[in-house]
Each structure stands twice: as structure tokens, then as C-alpha cells.
């Protein structure tokens, strides 16, 4: 079996190569509680700093979805401490100014493009953070729509802003104000409610099963 | 270039000479009959080696995985004696246990009913949002489009539950469908949408209509952080890293909260509460008859096993749903999900010839049988016809290149950006050459049994999501997970404030679990076994070999 050796916060250990970060660093003895949610690139809990010998870059990526290499110093980040504040979508308006008066801190950003670079799912995060200034809520939606809130651009950021906060809200404003509701989905929750549909669910409901079975192969199926 | 071994690729060059062919014609649907051969050949849950009868509890003589008779036929990890739980450490009208989508989902409603945001806590596991809802990929199914409707849902839920579904629960899946989307549409969640607002709608395994709503592949991390955010604005407290672990009760069995562990200081903290609700997830991480699962890191069915201490009755946890495919290579993917959207979108499974041998869109157990078939050796009564990688998996391919072919170059990367990504890591570009895949742990079918408003039938007890059992009866159809953590999510959240306005709680204990306790050493269960599982071990050999407890 080829080994590599890899530093988990800076101690050292013989592992199989191949393995993804997280999988090493449980090979090594590791029971992880922090550090480790979905374990498929969804959740965002993984978030992981390594540097590799001889390179001064400091990287970042999820641990699930790195495979490891010899000489990687790897440290997980548990958490990341990130101000929220307290909003009612309800009580807001999808409106140019909205997210740089809850977030003023986006006005801090020196473009200098680091978040862009920590992003483990290779997003523009600096264009969205110049999106959210010019007020361009859809813009920001878009380009943020396969963000897991890792947090690493956050951890990285000189202007201390916290981004997956400000892109959720950009989403939701987008979603509940910017987008049209699909209009055949109000129709059917009035039908629905209006009963339109009882009878024939109450019919069915009635039904044995040789009834239902037979009635399942009849329907027409749609192309 | 292609990153495939060389072995790989001449299968793949078989792949592309059927393409053009294939690009024009659709492998025919298995009439029922047909279907049940397949399943009993080949589906895993027809092997009875996989499955024993319980010999303790509600649901004695019933048949479940091993795997999870192992749990449910096991002693408390908490010893009862070790603490005074008559004491609560918080008091509370709604305890939500577990903070994925039915939890979310539950704690909005019981707030959005009247419940105070400080009289109700979501406690879980993990982080609030870790879970199997954030994972899902495809889509929520809704008949909302003119040509559909509820009750054409209903017969689709039957027919792919192979009709043992509880009819009441489809009901109130199927009827609740259009205003959860609806609601979602006020929440922001952001849906795939025409420029008109019209919901962009594809068909899912055993459809009968287009009614599969989705956010590319992003669906549930989409749903479910919308859903938190929803959460935090109304203040609702959240308290992660602190999974229950065993339920309380009172004098007259009534459940009245929680006994919580702190996952990283090792305190237990005792909660009592008017109502409960169950919203733990399911048993993905059991790795039931050895397979590789898609689910998170916590799905280890702690809540069936919470349930079945006080007395709940569990259903149709014979029927483990294996996700036909999950990725078979390259071996940092193993078993993750490759969603159904994939297939709905059109690209075929074929055989190592290059040549289609299922419909792409059966539903998802005879998909897995099928698959099953193709790869294992004709001694063992299959075809022999899988790839097999350098390392011993096998797998089908998924022609995954035909979705822009038919589409239209860019729909993959658009519709299917997660998956793009997923593979492109590891140099494998899914619109230029086929992915291998092979079925794969993903659905706990059943559950606790439930009635229509998510009440278990024990005073202050409700349950929501994969926890429970009954909608899907056997077999679930892509769409409804998410459809259905939603619908009794927000019905348990509704019930369980109900209830908690009405309840009178008595002092909290653990006798049900003495009781239990009782039980199995009458069965005579080895002592050494211990549940809930909390986390799956994960931890080399080598290293757990040489562990000692010294601090």
C-alpha cells in the first residue's frame, strides 16, 4: 500500500494515499465531531487550511473532497464566528440599498480577491461582494447559489465581512421579491382548498388493493 | 485526456459506438410482474440472511436489518442510575430533537402557531442544518401543473410503496404538496422557474407526471438553509453538538423531553418538555449488509431507537432503500449520491458493452435490482456484464455525456453543477465520458408509525421526516423525502404546540427504560451491546488497536 505522510496540526502520521483529508485523519485515530457533516461537498462543515512543503501558499478546501498529499500540514476550522443580524424577510424590501445597510462592513472590501481564491467550490466570491455593493441582488444570488457556507472566505477576508450571511439573505430577497411566483402553483393550493380534489381522494382512499393496482397500471403516463 | 485506467476506457469506447443509436430510442418499462422477479432475484432486502425478528419491544417478531436489531436489541448507553433527571435543567413547551429539515420545519410551525421562540428548542447532533435534507439533490415532487393532480400523486406514491403505504399519510402528503411549495415560494427558496414564474418540472423514477421541482442539484441545501435562516430570524434557540439520548417520561407514560449529552464536554443536561418531536433522520450510517451510503455523518437511526424504548411501534423498517446509483469511481467517491435528476435528464445506464439494459426512470428498488443483475457473476445468477475498476468496485455506466447532447451544450453544468464539480476534482469531465455507478445506502423507508398529524400515539410523542414510516410504505419515490419532511414536519410542529398548550407534565424519569432493561435480559441480549450509536466508528484499525482511556 502507498503511504503518505501528512501533519494534522502539525503532528505527523503514515497514512494510505488516496484517501480524502477527512478519511486520513480518521485512519490516523481521529473520532470527528467537529469537522465532519455530510461527508458529499453539501455542508460546508469540513472547512480545512493545509500548506504543502516547500510552497508558501496557505490553501483552503473541504476535507471530504480533498484527496491527501505527502507533506500536507493540515488544520480544520471547527467553526467560524460570524455576525448575523436580526431581520424579517418580510420587513425588508429587495431594493439596491438593503443589504449594504444590514452588512455595511461590504463597503470595507479592498478587492484583493483572497476570498475568491480560499473558495473550495471555485465561486466568484469577490464579484458577488462587488455585486452586493452595486445593489445587483439577483447578480448575487447567482453567483452564490452553490456556496455551502464553509466560512473560509470569511476566515480569510481583510475586510471582515461575512459573506455566506449576506448571500443568504441576497437569495431569499431574490426568491420572495425578484423572481414571479409560478402562477399554476397558486391555482392548485385554491383548488386544493376549494376541495376540488376530495371526492376522487376519498374514492381512491376506498379502494382494496386490486382496485388500486389496477388503477396504477391504467394511468397514462406523461412523456 | 481521460483520467480512466485503460481497461476502463475500452469499455468506454463501446460506449460511445452504441451512442448514436441509443440517442434515439428508450429501453421499454418492466410490466409489474416483471418487476417483482427482478426484486426478489436481486434487491437486497429479499436476502433473509440480511434480517432477523426482534425479541423485545412493540414491534417483537417483526423482521429488521441486523444492523439495526443490534441497536433496538441493546442496553442503554446511559445507565439510568447514573442520573437524577426529576430535576430539569431547562423547561420547555416544544423540544424538537434533531435540526434538519423536519426539525426547521417543526420548530417554524409550532412558533408560527403560538408557540414563544424561548419556549421551544431544537437540539441536535451536530450543527443545525447537518443532515440527509441538505444532501438531496433532484428535487420535491408537487402536482401542480394543470395536467396533474393530487390524486394522480397518490397513485404514483402507492404504486412505488408497491401499495403498503399508509393511505391516510399519502393523502396528507399528496393534498399538503402545493401549499408547501407555495410556502417555500414566500421563504425565497429559489426554484428552477421559466422567466414567467412557471416551475421548471421533470419526471422522477416511477412518475407519472413532470412534477419533480428543483434548484439545479442544489435542491436541499437550497430548501434547508432557506428553512434555517427562516429559523434564526424568528430567534429560535438551537442547541448543536448535544444529540438526546434517551427520552423521559412521567407517571402516566407520557414523553415530557429529553435527556441531552454535550458531544464535546461529555455534561448530560435534562429537558423537560410539554411535547416532543422526533426529527432525527435515519440509518444511512448503519451501512446495512456492508453497503457504502450517501447520508451525513450523524444518520445512525438514534431516534427509532429513543421511540422504540418508550413504546412506539415501528413499520417497514424491512425495506432499506438502495439508491441505484451512487458513485462507483473514483474511490474518494465511493457511495455518494449521483442524483436521479441525471437519469431524468436523460442519460442511460448501460453495461460494460455499452448497451441498455433498464429503463432509466424505474422506481428505485427495481433501478438498484437491475443494476445488481447486470454486475453480479453468472455463477451468482447475474450477467457478469459490469466495469470493474482497478480496485475492485463494479459498477454500471451512466451516459452522462447525452444530457448535453440532447439538451443542449452547457444544460449539464447548469443543471447539474454539483455533480460537475464533484467529478471535475478529480479529473473526470461527466460531459465528455460516462460515470460509473452502483447502488448504494440511502433511505430509511420506514419508521416510527405516525398518524397524520405526526402524533406516535404516546401522549406528548410526535415524530417527522425519515424518523417515521408509513408514507413511503417500502419504497420511496425521488422527490417525496424532501416533500415529506416538509408536509409532517409542519403537521408535528402544528400537533406537538397543540398539544403543549394543553399538557400537564409530571416529574421527568427514565422507568421506561428500567422497564426495558428488564425486557432484555429476560430475552437474554448480550449485555455489552449499547444504543443509540450516535456516531459511526470510523477510526483505523490500527489506531483503535492501540487506544487506551488514561484522562
Known amino acids: 500500500m502507498d503511504e503518505v505522510t501528512v501533519f494534522i496540526m502539525g503532528k505527523g502520521y503514515r497514512v494510505p494515499a488516496g484517501l480524502t483529508i477527512m478519511k ?94 480560499a473558495c473550495p467550490q471555485k465561486l466568484e466570491v469577490m464579484d458577488a461582494v462587488q455585486a452586493s455593493l452595486r445593489g445587483d441582488i439577483p447578480g448575487v444570488a447567482e453567483l452564490t447559489f452553490d456556496c455551502v457556507s464553509c466560512g473560509l472566505c470569511t476566515m480569510r477576508c481583510p475586510a471582515e465581512i461575512s459573506h455566506h450571511h449576506v448571500w443568504q439573505l441576497a437569495r431569499r430577497l431574490n426568491g420572495a421579491y425578484l423572481t414571479p411566483r409560478a402562477p399554476h402553483v397558486a391555482q392548485r393550493v385554491a383548488e386544493v382548498e376549494g376541495g376540488k380534489f376530495r371526492a376522487e381522494l376519498d374514492r381512491l382512499m376506498a379502494m382494496g388493493k386490486e382496485e388500486l393496482v389496477a388503477a396504477y397500471k391504467a394511468r397514462d403516463i406523461e412523456p | 485526456m481521460s483520467s480512466y485506467p485503460k481497461e476502463m476506457q475500452e469499455s468506454i469506447a463501446r460506449v460511445e459506438a452504441t451512442r448514436p443509436a441509443r440517442l434515439s430510442t428508450k429501453f421499454p418499462r418492466l410490466p409489474l410482474p416483471e418487476q417483482e422477479t427482478l426484486l426478489k432475484g436481486f434487491h437486497p432486502d429479499y436476502r433473509p440472511e440480511g434480517k432477523r425478528r426482534l425479541r423485545v419491544g412493540p414491534s417483537w417478531g417483526e423482521s429488521v436489518p441486523h444492523e439495526l436489531a443490534d441497536l433496538l436489541e441493546a442496553y442503554p448507553l446511559l445507565d439510568p442510575k447514573a442520573v437524577d433527571v426529576s430535576r430539569p435543567d431547562l423547561d420547555v413547551d416544544v423540544l424538537i430533537i434533531g435540526g434538519g429539515g423536519a426539525g426547521t420545519v417543526a420548530a417554524i410551525w409550532a412558533h408560527e402557531v403560538g408557540i414563544p421562540a424561548e419556549r421551544i428548542l431544537i437540539a441536535t447532533k451536530l450543527r443545525h442544518g447537518d443532515s440527509n435534507s441538505i444532501m438531496a439533490q433532484g428535487g420535491i415532487q408537487a402536482a401542480d401543473r394543470p395536467e396533474d393532480s393530487p390524486a394522480i400523486h397518490y397513485l404514483d406514491v402507492l404504486g412505488g410503496g408497491h401499495f403498503t403505504n399508509d393511505p391516510k399519510l399519502v393523502r396528507a402528503l399528496v393534498e399538503d404538496a402545493p401549499a408547501i411549495i407555495r410556502w417555500h415560494e414566500d421563504l425565497g427558496v429559489m426554484y428552477d422557474k421559466a422567466p414567467d414564474g412557471t416551475m421548471a418540472e421533470i419526471h422522477g423514477g416511477g412518475t407519472s407526471r413532470r412534477r419533480m421541482h428543483s434548484c439545479k442539484d442544489y435542491t436541499g441545501l437550497e430548501i434547508m438553509r432557506v428553512l434555517r435562516d427562516e429559523a434564526r430570524s424568528r430567534g429560535i434557540p438551537v442547541l448543536e453538538f448535544s444529540p438526546a439520548v434517551e427520552l423521559l417520561t412521567d407517571s402516566q407514560s407520557q414523553v415530557v423531553g429529553a435527556v441531552l449529552w454535550n458531544l464535546e464536554t461529555g455534561e448530560y443536561a435534562v429537558v423537560r418538555a410539554k411535547a416532543t418531536v422526533l426529527a432525527t433522520g435515519g440509518w444511512g450510517r448503519l451501512h446495512i449488509q456492508g453497503f457504502p451510503t450517501t447520508n451525513h455523518y450523524g444518520a445512525t437511526a438514534d431516534g427509532v431507537v429513543l421511540a422504540y424504548r418508550v413504546g412506539a411501534k415501528l413499520r417497514d423498517l424491512d425495506a432499506v432503500q438502495y439508491h441505484p446509483t451512487g458513485a462507483a469511481y473514483p474511490d474518494q467517491l465511493v457511495g455518494l449520491l449521483i442524483t436521479e435528476k441525471v437519469r431524468g435528464m436523460d442519460a442511460q445506464p448501460l453495461n460494460r458493452l455499452g448497451e441498455a439494459f433498464v429503463h432509466p426512470l424505474e422506481p428505485r428498488d427495481v433501478e438498484s435490482a437491475a443494476f445488481i443483475r447486470e454486475c453480479l457473476p453468472p455463477e451468482r445468477g447475474g450477467r457478469g456484464l459490469g466495469v470493474v475498476t482497478p480496485t475492485g468496485m463494479v459498477g454500471v455506466w451512466l451516459d452522462t455525456p447525452m444530457v448535453d447532447i440532447i439538451h443542449g451544450k452547457g444544460t449539464f453544468q447548469r443543471a447539474l453543477s454539483s455533480i460537475y464539480r464533484m467529478y471535475i476534482r478529480f479529473g473526470i469531465d461527466p460531459t465528455v465520458e460516462p460515470i460509473l455507478v452502483y447502488p448504494t445506502l440511502h433511505y430509511q423507508n420506514g419508521g416510527v408509525v405516525i398518524d397524520e398529524h405526526g402524533w406516535t400515539g404516546i401522549p406528548g410523542l410526535y415524530a417527522a421526516g425519515e424518523v417515521e414510516g408509513g408514507v413511503h410504505g417500502k419504497n420511496r419515490l425521488m422527490g417525496n423525502s424532501l416533500l415529506d419532511y416538509n408536509v409532517f414536519g409542519r403537521r408535528a410542529g402544528i400537533a406537538a404546540a397543540g398539544w403543549a398548550k394543553r399538557a400537564a407534565p409530571g416529574t421527568p424519569t427514565l422507568a421506561h427504560v428500567e422497564r426495558y432493561v428488564g425486557e432484555l435480559r429476560a430475552a437474554g441480549i448480550p449485555p455489552e451491546r449499547k444504543a443509540p450509536l450516535l456516531l459511526p466508528e470510523y477510526r483505523g484499525e490500527k489506531a483503535l488497536a492501540r487506544m487506551v482511556d488514561l484522562l
Do not use: H, W
Not at chain 1, 85 to 106: H, K, V, W
Open chain 1, 24 to 117: 486520513a485523519m480518521e485512519y490516523a485515530g481521529y473520532r470527528l465531531t467537529r469537522g465532519c457533516g455530510c461527508r458529499g461537498g453539501y455542508c460546508g462543515a469540513c472547512a480545512t487550511v493545509y500548506r504543502l512543503r516547500g510552497d508558501y501558499k496557505l490553501y483552503a478546501d473541504l476535507a471530504c473532497q480533498t484527496t491527501v498529499q505527502d507533506g500536507m500540514y493540515i488544520a480544520q476550522l471547527p467553526f467560524t464566528p460570524a455576525e448575523r443580524p436580526a431581520y424579517r424577510l418580510e420587513e425588508l424590501r429587495a431594493e439596491g440599498q438593503t443589504l449594504l445597510s444590514l452588512f455595511p462592513e461590504l463597503a470595507r472590501c479592498v478587492a484583493c480577491n483572497t476570498c475568491t481564491k
